[in-house]
């Protein structure tokens, strides 16, 4: 066999081995059939077994390139590798270093928890994923030679008339991914085209391409060489692709592509590697940094202040690493899987597999959605949408002419002969078994574009019903009948009726043309000569329509901040009309070869503005996703083709259907167990659900504990002994934390739920330096209590016990001002959960230093007078509190 990639098949760039695949596919269109399997060494029986196990061995599986699947250890290295986890590490190894066994553990349990919750919530979702693919095996029919008895004579090349040697031509079932170059395989309605092949025969062939193209209808395929082929191989009429479907039709095809040679795998080959940097992602890695830098500044200073102040170097390092610990949102990564853990949870109830749990925040967070039309928007199904006269007026004579020629035809019936069957109705009221009577058919071929039946009418009149491509119709009519009269076609009728046409194609409708002729003299057997003089009566007019729950889905997703965008790689007709069905509003409408040459800035502002993109290709779907990244956006993409893989791997969020292709399940985040698109709405309420919850933490925790090192800081200053002990720090935070475990629980109020909400960082900060500092004023009035009221001055465990008490308790509370923008418990109420574990934890921290665990954590029991005082503390904080979040709420938003 002639090496037709070159040496370097399976290597190179991924652009270089797509022009190759074009430049090739090309080619081989334009030779006759004998001399394309010339070309790969092949005969019209097929190939030897022991020749194709040889080119398998040569070309390798016939699959597409996959995602990369990593093994644990893998993902859990990937997994530890975000600053914050890697903060912990080192700390938790500094505590241990430190003989600090108990901090220690503490914070490694938290990276453990959190690591490995992710990764069992994960890894189950792959495993819904992957047992999705596995549900079926395919097999392709291929014409293999075997050796022909000794009796039989030999057989005889048809172009040569060389012996083929003593071989037989025998029909095999063989996996897809052992198919090979050079192979033959038959095709039928049903089958799935196993890789790039050139068609060598054909009859009444329609592919399915909308994997591919994202056209809505099938297309007509046949053998014909081409005379000069050029442009786009898709649009090639002999050539069918790894990944489409035969809708209806025979054929035999020669296998000239495989695995990634394919059009769908050099496709599928840009999908493999890293995923881009999600919002969520970066918002976490920012808040992370941001921690690290008040970390910075602020555990040097307790570190030296200690160290001078109280000159015990080895105590002030134990306590700045408490600090430290402190300062650290170390319930963060639980906090985080715990809550998206929720929300996938919640989703699956709603039949939706949340393949990474980081998309389900994105979600909520995504103010852009980009989908594709066919099988997402549409219902990926023909249906007989019009049956009109010559003036575009409804003529059931047109339905029932067109409704015999469907039923009486005796070849494979296509998705339009289907569409029109479907009119059951209508076989009710025609009866056609028994008031007609079929007598003969002209079959359908692709010179003429056309098929007739004729059929005998009760009085023995014979009928003759042909339908077929519209031009055609009108080449042999040679009269119109329009409300039952009869006239002859003049040139200006035929524009007219061109014009009523192309009025129908402009709406998205593909339309066939149905005539009749009432024979004069019958008989029994009829050919094309017989189609002339015939009458034109009208169209039938098919459209894939949109899904019942697209337009309330997108109207719900508008109501909650979402714009959607039309990414179709479909022409500009359909897509228009479709768009205009679910209330899309299209404007100007931008076509793909018209951002082929805009510059990223440019197709960023074009794409802000634009809402519906038509014609496009796979990689410039991605483009436009990325050119949407520029502009600051977080988008989501919705596709179920091998065209949308590219675009679904470059959104924040990627969804996808489990009737879509492996490449777009592969790619996608979620995947749509069921056909309704409100699971959309309700997925971005459950991400602004789960992302609220998890700010809720973060202001919560980094307030607090900032204003907690800022009394410490201004404690060590003052102070003879340390404010708090190190060991007092760490209870005190993981008490804290545990109160916080309830929050994926919590309720989110109706009005966060509204908009896009994204990470705001200034925001957070402003949270950190305005409620922090709050906490410490009243944490001033605390010192100020046990110093001179309590007499704490010269008792270190009293004074400490004390401030463990009323910050324990000022911080479980004020859990519930933050947690929303109204007034708590009035305007707004938590979970019961939430409520439940922040009274609990109140009350473990105000009995703890009456306990026998008192002497272990350094603390003494505090006067019953002390804990009497501390409501009237917490009022005052809990109104100072809310009076300043309400003006950061007026100032920031909801955010």
């Not at 270093?97 to 490995?116: E, K």
């Not at 591919?212 to 099938?218: I, R, V």
């Amino acid at each position: 066999m002639n090496n037709l990639w070159g040496s370097s098949a399976r290597s190179g760039s991924q652009s270089g081995a797509s022009r190759r695949v074009h430049a090739r596919l090309l080619e081989i269109s334009c030779m006759g059939a004998e001399d394309a399997m010339e070309q790969y060494n092949t005969s019209i029986q097929g190939l030897v077994e022991s020749e194709a196990q040889s080119r398998l061995e040569q070309y390798g599986p016939n699959t597409a390139a996959r995602e990369v699947k990593h093994g644990f250890l893998f993902q859990l290295i990937k997994r530890l590798g975000n600053p914050l986890n890697l903060l912990l590490i080192v700390l938790s190894i500094i505590s241990f270093v430190t003989r600090d066994i108990d901090g220690g553990i503490i914070i490694a349990a938290m990276v453990v928890l959190s690591v490995v919750l992710t990764w069992i919530q994960e890894a189950r979702s792959g495993n819904a994923a992957e047992k999705l693919r596995a549900m079926v095996t395919t097999t392709a029919t291929a014409l293999r030679r075997e050796e022909l008895d000794e009796t039989q004579p030999e057989t005889q090349s048809e172009k040569t008339g060389e012996p083929y040697s003593n071989y037989k031509a025998v029909r095999k079932q063989v996996p897809i991914e052992e198919l090979v170059p050079g192979d033959l395989v038959q095709l039928s309605a049903g089958d799935m085209i196993p890789a790039d092949v050139r068609l060598l025969s054909a009859k009444d062939l329609f592919i399915n391409q909308a994997a591919l193209t994202g056209e809505s209808l099938p297309v007509e395929k046949s053998a014909t060489a081409i005379e000069a082929a050029c442009g786009n191989p898709l649009e090639l009429a002999n050539l069918a692709f790894m990944g489409t479907n035969v809708v209806s039709g025979t054929a035999i095809a020669l296998v000239v592509m495989t695995g990634a040679d394919t059009y769908f795998g050099s496709l599928s080959g840009t999908l493999i590697g890293e995923r881009v940097t999600t919002s969520f992602d970066r918002g976490i890695q920012r808040f992370t940094w941001l921690m690290i830098r008040f970390m910075a500044v602020m555990v040097p200073l307790v570190f030296l202040i200690n160290g001078i102040t109280k000159g015990d170097w080895g105590e002030a390092f134990l306590f700045a690493l408490a600090v430290a610990v402190g300062l650290t949102p170390e319930m963060l990564p639980m906090i985080l899987s715990a809550n998206l853990a929720k929300g996938a949870l919640v989703m699956s109830r709603h039949k939706v597999i949340v393949k990474r749990l980081s998309s389900i925040q994105n979600f909520g967070a995504m103010d852009v959605l980009c989908t594709d039309k066919t099988g997402t928007l549409t219902q990926d199904k023909v249906f007989l949408e019009k049956h009109v006269d010559l003036n575009g007026n409804d003529n059931e004579r047109v339905l029932e002419l067109a409704f015999l020629n469907s039923y009486y035809q005796s070849g494979l019936r296509n998705l339009l002969d289907i569409a029109v069957l479907e009119k059951v109705d209508m076989y009710a009221d025609l009866h056609p078994e028994r008031n007609y009577r079929k007598v003969d058919e002209i079959p359908f071929d692709f010179q003429r574009r056309r098929m007739s039946v004729v059929v005998e009418e009760e009085h023995e009149r014979n009928l003759l019903i042909c339908k077929g491509a519209v031009e055609e119709i009108f080449s042999i009519c040679s009269h119109a009948e329009v409300e039952g009269h009869r006239k002859p076609l003049v040139p200006e009728d035929l524009q007219k009726l061109k014009d009523v046409t192309l009025a129908l194609n402009n709406d998205g409708f593909r339309v066939i043309a149905v005539a009749f002729k009432e024979l004069i003299e019958p008989k029994r057997v009829y050919s094309r000569e017989d189609e002339t003089d015939m009458v034109l009566l009208g169209y039938i007019a098919f459209l894939d329509p949109p899904k019942e729950t697209a337009a309330a889905a997108i109207a719900k997703l508008r109501e909650h901040g979402v714009r959607v965008k039309v990414l179709t790689g479909d022409n500009d007709a359909v897509t228009r009309k479709i768009c205009s069905q679910v209330g899309l509003e299209v404007g100007d409408l931008v076509l793909g070869s018209e951002i082929e040459s805009l510059s990223d800035e440019s197709l960023a502002e074009l794409a802000e503005k634009a809402a519906v993109f038509a014609k496009l290709s796979p990689e410039q779907k991605a483009r436009v996703v990325r050119a949407l990244h520029l502009k600051n956006h977080v988008v989501g993409f919705l596709g179920d083709g091998i065209n949308d893989g590219p675009a679904l791997k470059a959104a924040d969020v990627g969804v996808s259907v489990d009737t879509a292709v492996d490449i777009a399940k592969e790619s996608a985040d979620i995947i749509l167990l069921e056909k309704s698109l409100m699971v959309l709405e309700e997925g971005v309420i459950e991400g602004r659900k789960v992302f609220g919850n998890i700010v809720k933490y973060i202001k919560m925790g980094a307030s607090s504990n900032f204003g907690n090192m800022f009394s410490v800081l201004g404690a060590s200053i003052f102070l003879p002994f340390l404010p708090m002990a190190p060991i007092q720090i760490l209870v005190n935070n993981l008490l804290y934390d545990f109160s916080q475990t309830a929050i994926p629980t919590d309720n989110v109020d109706a009005e966060y739920l509204q908009l896009p909400r994204r990470w705001d960082l200034k925001n957070i900060a402003w949270y950190m330096v305005v409620i922090g500092p709050i906490s410490s004023v009243f944490d001033c009035i605390t010192f100020c209590l046990l110093w001179f009221v309590f007499h704490a001055k010269h008792d270190a465990a009293l004074f400490q016990t004390g401030w463990f008490v009323e910050s324990i308790l000022t911080q479980t509370l004020i859990v519930h001002v933050i947690r929303t923008a109204k007034v708590p418990f009035i305007q707004s109420r938590p979970s019961w959960a939430l409520l439940g574990t922040t009274i609990l934890i109140g009350l473990i921290g105000a009995w703890l230093p009456f306990t026998w665990l008192a002497h272990g954590f350094g603390m003494v029991p505090v006067p019953m007078t002390f804990l009497m005082i501390l409501p009237l503390i917490m009022l005052a904080y809990i109104a100072l509190t809310q009076w300043a979040k309400s003006r950061l709420v007026r100032r920031f938003g909801l955010n």
